[in-house]
C-alpha cells in the first residue's frame, strides 16, 4: 500500500534538537518531490523545506534546519537544531508527482498523518 509515516517528533526544551523521519511505501520515492512542512497553532499550513528528485532543496528556514533524504531506504529527514517554541507544531511529510518542487502545500497531493514536535521555553 501507497503511504508516509512520520516519526522523530517529540517535547524538547527550547534550543533543543530533533530529527524526524519519514518512510514512503508504495511508490518510486526517488523519482518525486519531497517536502517538509508544518502546521503551528493559528497558522496555516507552512513549508519547511522541499528536496527534488535532482537533490535540489528551497528552504524558508535558514541555518537550524537540514533536510535530506535516502533514495536508497526511501526515507526523507529533517535535522532541526535550536529549537525555538514557535516550532511548536504538527510536521508533515508530503510528495508531488513528477520530480520538480514548488514551496506550495496545494501542490502536494499525498500527505502523512504528522509527527508532533512541541518546544518548551
Known amino acids: 500500500d501507497m503511504g508516509l509515516v512520520e516519526s522523530g517528533g517529540g517535547s524538547v526544551e527550547s534550543g533543543g534538537s530533533l530529527r524526524l523521519s519519514c518512510v514512503g511505501s508504495?511508490?518510486?520515492?526517488?523519482?518525486?518531490?519531497m517536502g517538509w512542512f508544518r502546521q503551528r497553532p493559528g497558522h496555516e499550513r507552512e513549508p519547511v523545506e522541499v528536496?527534488?528528485?535532482?537533490?535540489n532543496k528551497q528552504y524558508k528556514e535558514t541555518g537550524r534546519f537540514t533536510l535530506s533524504r535516502d533514495n536508497a531506504r526511501n526515507r526523507l529527514y529533517l535535522e532541526m537544531t535550536d529549537l525555538k517554541p514557535e516550532d511548536t507544531g504538527m510536521y508533515y511529510c508530503a510528495r508531488r508527482p513528477g520530480g520538480d518542487c514548488y514551496m506550495l502545500p496545494s501542490t502536494f497531493g499525498y500527505w502523512g498523518l504528522g509527527t508532533q514536535v512541541t518546544v518548551s521555553s
Open positions: 508504495g511508490f518510486t520515492f526517488r523519482t518525486y518531490c
Open positions: 528536496i527534488d528528485a535532482r537533490q
